[in-house]
């Protein structure tokens, strides 16, 4: 009989492996070679790579915090919790982190949908919609310096705000913007925002662009308008990416409002403007408080950890919530 006969248990005998023996050293090597101590040495570099410059910071900012320290050429001393004890009682502090809170509570909610609805329109491709992508993701482009220089001459008081409500006859709304504390944060989100509406709209028409095509047309069939089929259909589909782009939004307005403050209004009038981002610059870098500024840094990253695990929970996709 041959080798595929029904054997006596009921099984088939497998074919014979018939490559030659060097062959089968061969496969057998391959197969367990992925998992050799002599492969894992590869790793070595990208792990110390990662240790030094993104470990090593981390654990730095936890050791300076404990630290009474005026800059590199001043001898540190230890404190322990008297930093902590000293951020949480300033009222300083205490201003930068509401205003924090107001930045992200703004611009989180109205960038996101906006931007939502701008690279949907952008991904049914209307009439222009390639000048449009480049006019939408301009603002993204350019450097945070000119940034400060524009909005400085659009928001001072003989800028160029104030002159288009004087030339419409609104001269009462004129203001000093950006040394009114009531506008000064205002301001800054309204500038932020036209960073990042654009900038975020393109990523989304980009990724809005791989959605079947045939499951549009089938809602269409079905009676589904513009709006449901934007909101229903199209952003379920695209929940995960949406969850990304929140989070990467969300740390960098909370991470990096201090270039703009700084250019624009230094943290004032008053502490209006401070946010936690530039308390940890003035902290370190004018006031030469190295503690307190780490202490503050400390906290941010706990906010923007605790801010990524609250978005990740509220835009779980569809398939992860049946897991």
């Known amino acids: 009989m041959t080798s595929t006969s029904i054997l006596a248990g009921g099984t088939r005998a497998a074919p014979p492996d018939t490559a030659p023996p060097a062959a089968r050293r061969g496969r057998r090597r391959g197969r367990s070679g992925l998992n050799t101590p002599r492969l894992l040495w590869l790793t070595v570099p990208s792990l110390v790579w990662f240790a030094v410059f993104s470990v090593g910071p981390l654990v730095a900012m936890f050791v300076i915090a404990t630290l009474r320290w005026k800059g590199l050429i001043y001898d540190p001393s230890y404190v322990g919790a008297e930093n902590i004890r000293h951020v949480f009682g300033d009222e300083v ?47 993204g482009l350019i450097s945070i310096s000119v940034t400060g220089m ?11 705000a104030n002159g288009a409500l004087n030339a419409v006859g609104l001269d009462s709304l004129a203001h000093s913007w950006l040394a009114d504390p009531a506008t000064a944060l205002p301001s800054l989100i309204a500038i932020d925002l036209w960073r990042g509406v654009g900038w975020t709209a393109v990523l989304f028409a980009a990724r809005l662009s791989s959605v079947p095509g045939d499951v549009i047309e089938a809602a269409r069939l079905d009676g589904a308008g513009r709006f449901r089929i934007m909101w229903q259909i199209t952003f379920p589909m695209v929940k995960d990416y949406v969850r990304t782009l929140t989070m990467l939004q969300f740390l960098w307005t909370l991470f990096t409002s201090a270039a703009l403050i700084l250019l624009l209004t230094k943290g004032g009038p008053g502490t209006s403007s401070t946010t936690l981002s530039y308390l940890v610059y003035e902290k370190a870098f004018s006031q030469s408080d190295l503690g307190y500024s780490q202490v503050v840094g400390v906290v941010l990253l706990l906010i923007g950890v605790a801010g990524m695990l609250l978005i990740r929970a509220l835009l779980r996709s569809p398939l992860e919530k049946t897991r």
């Open 93 to 139: 502090f205490h201003d930068a982190l509401r205003n924090s809170a107001v930045q992200v509570a703004v611009v989180i909610p109205v960038m996101i949908p906006l931007a939502f609805m701008l690279g949907y329109h952008l991904s049914t491709k209307p009439r222009g919609y390639r000048v449009l992508s480049i006019l939408y993701f301009s603002p």
């Open 150 to 160: 524009i909005f400085y001459g659009v928001l001072s008081p003989d800028g160029g």
